[in-house]
């Protein structure tokens, strides 16, 4: 049993981590103690001292003047008692004033996870992985009630958080701000780090000091955003990636979202997280209730992999659909950037049948397939299958593709429409306008009213229909603009319209997917401008940028990977030169990157040579054979030995094997030794280590060619070229023995190339390089 609740102090402990607070004289909930597992004992010792009277504070009461909010740890705070830090609830009351003071009057503990009732998803977890508490407060005052719950998932070490806010009031009151939940804990000298960017260039990691004041990490857009990941850390000053404390928060949300930090006077730091207020106002009459969204909370010593291992094991276990947890995801092929808008069903064919060969098992057809929808003007809405494209239609189409031996997978934008579109010009009130505001398009589409049920019902309907008459087992949901004038005539209050969208959106995917829980679904939204913890209770993998480039995909997966595990991330070998950056990158890095995520291609497999194919051919299958370690095993980011360079690696579930990426994006002149580290593996248990072999084309060393040849080629003359199709130079290839002990302290690789002189035992990285490395436990009977 988790929840230990002795009088009125509660210890919510986990496998290795203890969340304390106690019910103080004057029944505020007051934080005590969040950190490594305690193995109990009194909370006096660890509570915060409040024995002198601080200048400049209010006295909650007279009787002790020692006691102002302004400086307790708290759990829930309101505003007007003399608490002048961020508040996580901002009301105007039923009496019409602004101040609340939300004390303790009883409390419930709940084994299992307790859900919301208003349809916003949540995790879940039976009563053998987790409790649930509900502590009720009232406000005295106007007896508006608020229940708070903490979920405490013993094995993960995450707890959960959402406040519920109910008028027990006989007038109204209206909501400005009510968070999920907050918490006070004293200062180690913490950084914030968020994830943060745009689109092609998500979830980039940015570390802030904190400085006295707020810290905001929030979004407007309508959606979580490519802006700001509602995830963040604090570390505490000196914290790595495998030592020191390092706490975690995220949003089980996909909306506006608001994560404030405030580091305050005497060296407490409020953490709340919820919806944003941005636009916000929600009235509630008499005996109404408003529930927040529930946010999920992590620490633990062993640094910032410490805390992304608790949510990657949370993500895994208890926030992706039950159907799809610990369930392999297939490799896949995407229509998108071998054909764009432009392609037959021939051409689909051709491509779906060449990835069958090399080993592919699902063929997604993206955007392009209906309605008018030749470019991206027209036809969003319509969901009508183009048969000048494709002239068996999709269930003929979906045939032929299942006929090959592949899953059948389709792309969809449920939630927008062209004005050049039937939808449209039926019904222009389903779109996010108001009248007489100037409309404002994004990717030339509008938004449609997610906020309307008929809108819902419709969306229900036609989506279903097509995934229902033809053979899917796959759908990628997309989402390609940000909501403008948020505006429906459908609401009586505005101020709701951007968490109605969200209320709206989650029972359109509810009522869609829950019926089909076999259907995988990858959500998206221009990339991962919706890669967020509610999307991930609908379909268990997002699309994580449309930026391929491996180079860019370190910085976006690797951000991501503090939050999610590799098993939510889609990622793709495309082209070279990258079509956003230009970066001409090898095949073999490509995919390494790739690799620690769900797998995909996203190319025109016509134009590459045979070699090219054949390397693709043994990355599927080496990807396939080592699936549920990449997939589900425990994911580390190493800390670079030096600029320029990044390790990644995964050890599976048993603790038998291991995958470790080596990638360097620049190459320096003469470069020091390199070091392959490989952490978490059993200590006693031994190991072999071997370089994953991989392809080095002719093409890539131009005239130093003449270095590895006996004979003098001319570099750009037919013969290299014809050469260059059919031989390639096998990447140096290593292999070392030693115990986990060993291969934690780090092995010392093979040289880098050094400027001169070369022979099979030379790595040859140079810019954008990477190997991979296999660690097999050695069987010692064999
Ligand atoms: C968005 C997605 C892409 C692709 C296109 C299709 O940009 O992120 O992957 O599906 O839409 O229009």
Not at 25 to 40: D, Q, S
Not at 436 to 461: H, K, W
Request: hydrophobic share 40%; glycine share 10%.
């Amino acid at each position: 049993m988790p929840i230990n609740a002795d009088g009125p102090q509660f210890r919510l402990d986990t496998d290795a981590t203890s969340y304390w607070f106690r019910v103080s004289a004057f029944g505020h909930l007051e934080h005590v103690y969040y950190g490594p597992r305690l193995p109990g004992g009194p909370m006096e010792a660890l509570a915060l001292k409040h024995t002198a009277t601080i200048g400049s504070t209010i006295a909650y009461d007279q009787s002790d003047l020692t006691y102002s909010l302004d400086v307790l740890p708290l759990e829930w705070s309101g505003s007007g008692y003399g608490d002048y830090r961020f508040a996580p609830i901002e009301a105007r009351m039923p009496d019409g004033i602004f101040a609340s003071d939300f004390a303790y009057v009883g409390h419930e503990i709940m084994p299992g996870s307790v859900g919301p009732q208003d349809g916003l998803p949540s995790a879940q977890g039976d009563p053998d992985a987790c409790s649930t508490l509900r502590v009720d407060l009232v406000d005295e005052a106007t007896g508006v009630r608020l229940e708070l719950f903490w979920t405490v998932y013993d094995r993960a070490d995450v707890i959960t958080r959402r406040a519920v806010l109910i008028n027990g009031a006989t007038s109204s009151l209206t909501i400005r701000r009510l968070l999920s939940g907050m918490v006070d804990l004293p200062d180690r000298g913490f950084t914030m780090i968020t994830f943060d960017g745009g689109w092609i260039k998500e979830a980039h990691r940015h570390d802030r000091v904190l400085a006295p004041g707020l810290s905001v990490n929030a979004s407007t857009t309508g959606s979580s955003s490519n802006r700001h990941n509602p995830g963040f850390l604090l570390a505490e000053r000196g914290a790595t990636e495998d030592a020191g404390w390092v706490y975690g928060f995220n949003l089980i949300y996909s909306g506006n979202h608001l994560g404030a930090v405030e580091l305050a006077n005497h060296d407490l730091v409020r953490v709340g997280l919820g919806i944003n207020d941005h636009c916000f106002e929600q009235t509630l009459a008499p005996g109404e209730r408003f529930e927040a969204p529930e946010m999920i909370m992590t620490v633990s010593d062993a640094g910032l992999n410490g805390a992304s291992h608790h949510f990657h094991d949370f993500i895994n276990d208890h926030v992706v659909p039950r159907a799809w947890r610990h369930r392999p995801r297939p490799v896949l092929i995407n229509s998108w950037e071998a054909t764009f808008f432009d392609f037959t069903q021939k051409k689909l064919l051709a491509l779906a049948r060449q990835a069958r060969d090399l080993g592919v098992e699902l063929f997604v057809l993206d955007d392009g397939w209906f309605g008018k929808r030749d470019d991206d003007t027209a036809g969003l809405g319509d969901y009508d299958v183009n048969r000048k494209k494709l002239p068996n239609g999709l269930d003929g189409f979906g045939k032929q593709i299942t006929d090959l031996g592949m899953g059948f997978g389709l792309w969809f934008e449920p939630e927008m429409v062209n004005e050049d579109s039937a939808l449209f010009r039926a019904h222009p009130e389903w779109a996010v306008r108001a009248p007489g505001r100037r409309d404002t398009l994004g990717r030339n589409q509008l938004v449609l009213d997610l906020t309307n049920p008929d809108v819902q019902d419709y969306l229900i309907a036609s989506v279903s229909r097509v995934l229902d008459e033809a053979p899917i087992s796959y759908v990628k949901w997309d989402m390609n603009r940000h909501i403008s004038v948020a505006y429906s005539p459908t609401l009586t209050e505005q101020g709701r319209f951007y968490h109605a969208y969200m209320l709206g959106l989650y029972r359109v995917l509810g009522a869609i997917f829950g019926p089909r829980p076999d259907i995988l679904l990858e959500t998206c939204s221009s990339g991962g401008n919706r890669f967020d913890l509610g999307m991930l209770c609908y379909g268990p993998q997002v699309w994580s940028s449309d930026d391929t480039d491996p180079v860019e995909r370190l910085a976006i997966q690797g951000g991501l990977s503090y939050l999610y595990p590799p098993s939510c991330m889609g990622a793709h070998v495309s082209a070279a030169p990258h079509q956003q950056t230009l970066r001409p990158t090898p095949l073999s890095t490509r995919f390494n990157v790739a690799a620690f995520g769900v797998l995909g291609y996203e190319l025109d497999l016509k134009n590459l040579g045979r070699l090219q194919l054949q390397e693709i051919r043994e990355q599927i299958a080496f990807y396939k054979e080592h699936r549920d370690t990449l997939q589900f095993g425990r994911f580390s980011r190493l800390d670079a030995r030096r600029p320029h360079q990044v390790g990644w690696q995964v050890v599976a579930p048993d603790g038998r094997e291991a995958i470790a990426g080596f990638f360097q994006t620049l190459a320096t002149a003469s470069p020091g030794y390199d070091a392959l580290r490989v952490v978490g593996l059993d200590p006693q248990r031994r190991y072999r280590v071997a370089t994953r072999p991989q392809y080095l084309y002719l093409d890539r060393f131009g005239e130093l060619i003449k270095h590895v040849l006996p004979v003098d080629l001319d570099p750009d003359g037919v013969v290299l070229r014809t050469a260059g199709k059919v031989y390639k130079l096998t990447d140096c290839v290593e292999c070392y023995e030693g115990s986990g002990a060993l291969l934690g302290a780090g092995v010392l690789l093979d040289n880098q190339f050094m400027g001169s002189n070369y022979n099979d035992q030379t790595r040859l990285l140079g810019d954008f390089g990477s190997s991979l490395y296999v660690i097999q436990e050695i069987d010692d009977e064999h």
